[in-house]
C-alpha cells in the first residue's frame, strides 16, 4: 500500500499544477459519494424503522399464540388431509375390505383435524387481520372439498359404480398440493408480520 501512494504521490508531482487539480477532484468527487451513499443509508434505515410495529410484550405474547395455535391447527389438518389424499404415490393396500377401513379411518382424522382447525381459526377471527383471516379461510374450504371428494363413496344421488366413487379425481389430487402451498404463503405472511414486531418495555 505504501509503495502505491508514493507511486500516485509521484504521478502528481510530475503532472505539477495538473496534479493538484486531478487531487482536488477526486477529494470532492468521494465527499460527494460518501454524502450520497449515507443519504441513501439514512433513508433505508428510515424506511425500516417506519416499517416497524411497536407493541406490548403482552400484546405480543398474546399475538405470538394466537398464530402459533393457528399454525399448529392448520398443520395438522395439511397434514391429514394430505395423507388421506396425497399429491403423489403412495402404497395401497391389496385387500379392498381393509384398504376401506384404512382410507375411513384416514377420513375420520382429518374430519377431526377440519373441525379443530375451524374452531381455532373462528375462536381467534376478531383478534387478526380480515386479509389473513380470509387466506386461512380459503385453505379450510379447500380442505373441506377434499373432504367431500372422498364422501363421494357414500352419495347415493352420485350415479357411478361404487369402486369409481372410491377413486380420486386428477383434480383431486392436484388440491393436494395446492392447499400445501396456500398454507406455506400464508405462514410466510405471518412470519414476515411477527418479525416486524418490536416489544416495548
Known amino acids: 500500500m505504501k509503495d502505491i501512494w508514493q507511486v500516485i504521490l509521484g504521478v502528481i508531482t510530475c503532472l505539477g499544477g495538473f496534479g493538484v487539480i486531478f487531487t482536488a477532484v477526486i477529494k470532492f468527487s468521494s465527499n460527494i459519494i460518501a454524502e450520497r451513499l449515507q443519504e441513501k443509508y439514512s433513508l433505508k434505515l428510515n424506511k425500516e424503522l417506519e416499517s416497524r410495529i411497536y407493541i406490548s410484550k403482552t400484546k405480543f405474547d398474546a399475538e405470538f399464540e394466537i398464530y402459533r395455535s393457528l399454525s399448529k391447527a392448520f398443520f395438522e389438518m395439511v397434514k391429514d388431509i394430505s395423507v388421506m389424499i396425497p399429491s403423489g404415490f403412495s402404497v395401497q393396500i391389496a385387500d379392498e375390505e381393509k384398504k376401506r377401513e384404512h382410507d375411513n379411518k384416514l377420513y ?33 374450504k379447500l380442505c373441506g372439498l377434499q373432504l367431500g371428494a372422498f364422501e363421494r363413496r357414500w352419495n347415493v344421488l352420485y350415479i357411478a359404480p361404487q369402486k369409481e366413487k372410491e377413486t380420486f379425481t386428477h383434480e383431486d389430487y392436484a388440491r393436494t398440493e395446492e392447499i400445501n402451498n396456500k398454507l406455506k404463503e400464508v405462514n410466510n405472511e405471518v412470519r414476515a408480520y411477527l418479525s416486524k414486531l418490536d416489544v416495548i418495555n
Open 108 to 140: 375420520d382424522i382429518a374430519c377431526k383435524s377440519c373441525v379443530n382447525a375451524q374452531d381455532t381459526l373462528n375462536g381467534n377471527a376478531p383478534f387478526i387481520p380480515e386479509e389473513l383471516f380470509n387466506k386461512y379461510t380459503e385453505i379450510m
